[in-house]
């Protein structure tokens, strides 16, 4: 039995991607139009797809009241983001490539490959990356990309990720995301390399990292090695942390072994 509903929907989508065509080639009054058919005596109120529509209408309808250009980009920037939160990629990135204004388009295109890489799609995330234009928008796109991939375990490829930026200020900045992305997840060892590569050597992440891998080191039974990394711990605060969970984890194992004799 045909899905009354998806055929609706499809056809509405139809209507839809025709409207930002024909927006894009100047012919506004259409676009309205088809948009307003496309959504008329559907009935669904809260349909995610009738809701993009009607955002585009009144997006759409700026183009008469102010700056053509400006007007043009704003309208499809704001559609191509609706549709990317709503993970239709495809028809997100089809419309930011639309759009004229160079940094509209490319400012469109770094947050359509960050809600990529959100949902895990790395690879169609990072294909993108050589259609930003923007050097702050490339940048800002490759640190968030990269931190997605140390959330998801894919340390590597976040590292040499972030090792491809070629500007000094955004690399160290990317390095310094990766290293509290790499500790919220417990790699210690990634967080310090990349704090290295940050030049956050000798701050309160720094010592924090430490601190981290002390504790780690801890809960392996691997006392010995926890208190040595503690000594690298130059900051009182910190120090005094990374000692209370290696004393804990140590009155932790002897009360096991009492309950085990």
């Given at each position: 039995m045909t899905d009354l509903f998806e055929v609706g929907k499809e056809k509405r989508f139809r209507g839809l991607d025709r409207a930002v065509e024909l927006a894009a080639s100047g012919e506004v009054e259409k676009a309205i139009n088809v948009i307003l058919r496309s959504i008329s005596g559907s009935g669904l109120l809260h349909d995610p797809v009738v809701e993009t529509a009607l955002k585009a209408e009144c997006a759409l309808e700026a183009i008469r009241s102010g700056s053509e250009e400006?007007?043009?980009?704003?309208?499809?920037?704001?559609?191509?983001?609706?549709?990317?939160?709503?993970?239709?990629?495809?028809?997100?990135?089809?419309?930011a490539k639309l759009i004229r204004?160079?940094?509209?388009?490319?400012l469109a295109l770094s947050q359509i490959s960050l809600f990529l890489a959100e949902a895990g799609q790395f690879e169609a995330a990072l294909n993108i990356l050589s259609e930003i234009t923007g050097v702050l928008d490339l940048s800002s796109t490759v640190i968030a990309v990269a931190e997605q991939l140390a959330l998801a375990g894919q340390s590597e490829k976040a590292l040499a990720i972030a090792r491809q930026i070629t500007d000094e200020g955004y690399r160290a900045m990317a390095f310094e995301e990766l290293g509290t992305a790499f500790l919220e997840v417990g790699q210690c060892e990634y967080a310090l390399e990349c704090l290295k590569n940050s030049g956050a050597e000798g701050t309160e992440l720094w010592f924090e990292a430490y601190a981290r891998i002390a504790r780690q080191l801890a809960k392996r039974g691997e006392f010995l090695k926890a208190f040595k990394t503690v000594r690298e711990i130059d900051d009182d605060?910190?120090?005094?942390?990374?000692l209370h969970w290696i004393e804990s984890e140590l009155v932790i194992r002897r009360m096991l072994a009492r309950i085990e004799e």
């Amino acid at each position: 039995m045909t899905d009354l509903f998806e055929v609706g929907k499809e056809k509405r989508f139809r209507g839809l991607d025709r409207a930002v065509e024909l927006a894009a080639s100047g012919e506004v009054e259409k676009a309205i139009n088809v948009i307003l058919r496309s959504i008329s005596g559907s009935g669904l109120l809260h349909d995610p797809v009738v809701e993009t529509a009607l955002k585009a209408e009144c997006a759409l309808e700026a183009i008469r009241s102010g700056s053509e250009e400006e007007a043009h980009s704003a309208a499809l920037h704001e559609l191509a983001t609706d549709l990317a939160v709503e993970n239709d990629f495809e028809r997100a990135l089809r419309i930011a490539k639309l759009i004229r204004d160079e940094p509209s388009r490319s400012l469109a295109l770094s947050q359509i490959s960050l809600f990529l890489a959100e949902a895990g799609q790395f690879e169609a995330a990072l294909n993108i990356l050589s259609e930003i234009t923007g050097v702050l928008d490339l940048s800002s796109t490759v640190i968030a990309v990269a931190e997605q991939l140390a959330l998801a375990g894919q340390s590597e490829k976040a590292l040499a990720i972030a090792r491809q930026i070629t500007d000094e200020g955004y690399r160290a900045m990317a390095f310094e995301e990766l290293g509290t992305a790499f500790l919220e997840v417990g790699q210690c060892e990634y967080a310090l390399e990349c704090l290295k590569n940050s030049g956050a050597e000798g701050t309160e992440l720094w010592f924090e990292a430490y601190a981290r891998i002390a504790r780690q080191l801890a809960k392996r039974g691997e006392f010995l090695k926890a208190f040595k990394t503690v000594r690298e711990i130059d900051d009182d605060r910190i120090r005094s942390k990374a000692l209370h969970w290696i004393e804990s984890e140590l009155v932790i194992r002897r009360m096991l072994a009492r309950i085990e004799e």
